[in-house]
């Protein structure tokens, strides 16, 4: 005889009920959910106690697996790919504050990389398919807590990146005219939190503090000919201010040495070659590496060797002709950690940069820089910080590390927080290409499916996004759909065509919900 089961209600016949005070354990229908229950509800005494039975024994693995997804990033979509691919039934909700998709291949790529942003093309797949929605404009932690959404899935992932950056911590940081790369990179890029940073770029010298991708990218965008930048998806109010720039010369700074640069040579090779412009370096930086290049993997060798050849070799035939007629430079200094920005004689603006000069202890990528007792002035007009961004907190409820900037976890598996997991930036740490990003979120959607296969997540049918659109409704949130999206994104394609540009970003949330109708 088949065991007696408690009958769950289709969601549309629950009874609705106020959304919960903050801090207290979410209710569906009318059976609430205790913590015991989400871990194993077969072995709740509350539930025998009110049913009169036990439940049926549910193989989530048979059944549709909810699970839910923080963020539309790649660690996001490629976490939901996974899981979709590798589960016959599984259904993914992804939800992102933004309300627009695909995080920082839309916002963080650079506009003169559209190959990079191709991925995209595979994310829209993902969404497209049935077992998958999109969740736009929806505030994790604001609009929706996290408890709520472990309640309503079996299964919660964060892949809401490395949303902050990381300060500089000295003098005269809140000076006009320093920005965070991070801001700069929004800016240019159409994020609607960093539309109106309008940077002044009348100043002769920039200096960018950090030597990683993200640094070469800013400087590439400043100093390429504006006519270049034309036809990419770069916003045209960012590309007015950038054709009326008087910036000439930017300056790339890192505390360490030329072994431990973090740029790639992809992005080394664009800025040499850079029309238009010239490189700086100097050759002294660079003694005695040809001896030590023997011993490094090699693509750290391959970049040292176009570094080396590039500060002490002449340059020949066409190279030569276009570095003597470069109106524009950027350099690289090395050993130089910053301490003070310089003010303006009336204290308006920046106006320079002073410049601990450090030496090295230790051997190769983990060498540490330590301040020699030198100081040096740099003049400039802007700075640029790009020494890393870093994750936020999300919710209360979930784990933080503020000093590694990322959710503790064990694979992917939040500390002692059963069935919520994590993948990408706020897992590992802002480090990485999308690449790398692609092989950590497999690994996370690996990871909850041998859970989801071992018994160790909930039991039994959840509602899912049925259960949080309630609630968002009842908090007067409206969330985005992919087809939503998709009438924006034609919006911004047709608006493209017109200036012969791949799109034209919308930048205010406003303007893309009355385009929707709302």
């Known amino acids: 005889m088949a065991p007696r089961c ?3 209600w289709p969601w549309s016949a629950w009874p609705r009920t106020r959304p919960p005070p903050a801090g207290s354990t979410p209710t569906w229908g009318t059976r609430p959910l205790g913590s015991d229950e989400i871990r194993n509800p077969a072995n709740s005494k509350a539930w025998t106690e009110r049913r009169g039975a036990p439940p049926c024994q549910f ?3 048979e059944q549709t697996p909810q699970i839910c997804v923080v963020g539309s990033g790649p660690a996001g979509f490629y976490t939901a790919q996974h899981l979709l691919k590798h589960h016959a039934q599984a259904h993914v909700d992804i939800y992102e504050k933004q309300l627009v998709p695909f995080g920082l291949v839309r916002f963080g790529v650079a506009p003169d990389h559209p190959e990079v942003k191709n991925v995209v093309h595979t994310f829209t797949q993902t969404a497209l398919s049935e077992r998958c929605a999109f969740l736009g404009n929806v505030v994790v932690g604001r609009d929706v807590t996290v ?11 964060l892949s809401y990146g490395a949303e902050d950056h990381r300060a500089l911590e000295i003098p005269g940081e809140e000076l006009p005219g320093v920005f965070s790369a991070r801001a700069f990179v929004g800016w240019y890029n159409g994020l609607p939190e960093n539309r109106e940073l309008a940077p002044d770029l009348s100043c002769d010298t920039a200096v960018i503090l950090g030597q990683g991708n993200v640094a070469l990218d800013v400087a590439r965008i400043l100093l390429t000919p504006p006519e270049q930048l034309e036809k990419t998806d770069i916003t045209e109010a960012s590309l007015g201010i950038l054709r009326q720039s008087r910036v000439k010369t930017v300056w790339i700074v890192g505390r360490r040495g030329p072994l431990q640069v973090a740029f790639t040579i992809k992005e080394l090779r664009e800025m040499i070659q850079l029309p238009g412009t010239r490189p700086i370096l100097d050759p002294a930086d660079f003694l005695g590496l040809q001896d030590r ?6 693509p750290r060798k391959r970049l040292t060797e176009l570094l080396l050849r590039t500060a002490t070799e002449k340059p020949e035939g066409e190279e030569a002709a276009r ?10 200094r090395f050993f130089r950690s910053p301490q003070q920005v310089l003010p303006s004689p009336d204290r308006q603006r920046v106006a320079g940069i002073r410049l601990a000069v450090t030496r090295l202890e ?5 060498a540490w820089a330590v301040p020699t007792g030198d100081t040096e002035d740099l003049p400039c007009g802007l700075v640029l910080s790009s020494v890393g961004y870093k994750s936020r907190p999300i919710d209360p409820s979930v784990p933080f590390d503020p000093k590694l900037g990322v959710i503790p ?3 992917g598996r939040v500390v002692d927080v059963p069935g919520l997991y994590c993948s990408g930036w706020v897992k590992r740490g802002p480090t ?3 690449a790398t990003t692609m092989t950590d979120s497999f690994f996370t959607g690996q990871t909850l499916l041998k859970d989801l296969k071992a018994g160790l997540l909930p039991s039994g049918p959840r509602p899912g996004s049925a259960a949080i659109k309630a609630l968002l409704s009842s908090r007067g949130v409206q969330p985005i759909s992919f087809s939503d999206w998709e009438k924006l994104d034609a919006k911004e394609v047709s608006r493209g065509q017109a200036a012969g540009k791949p799109r034209e970003k919308l930048l205010d949330p406003q303007e893309m919900l009355r385009l929707l109708g709302r």
């Open 409 to 411: 976890n064990t694979e």
């Open 6 to 8: 408690w009958r769950w």
């Open 362 to 366: 230790g051997v190769g990528e983990t």
């Open 432 to 434: 990485g290409v999308i």
């Open 323 to 332: 570095w003597a007629a470069a109106s524009r430079a950027w350099g690289l």
């Open 147 to 157: 408890p709520e959404l472990r309640e309503a899935y079996h299964a919660v992932v």
């Open 59 to 61: 193989s989530t693995q």
């Open 293 to 298: 290049m023997k011993e490094m993997p090699r």
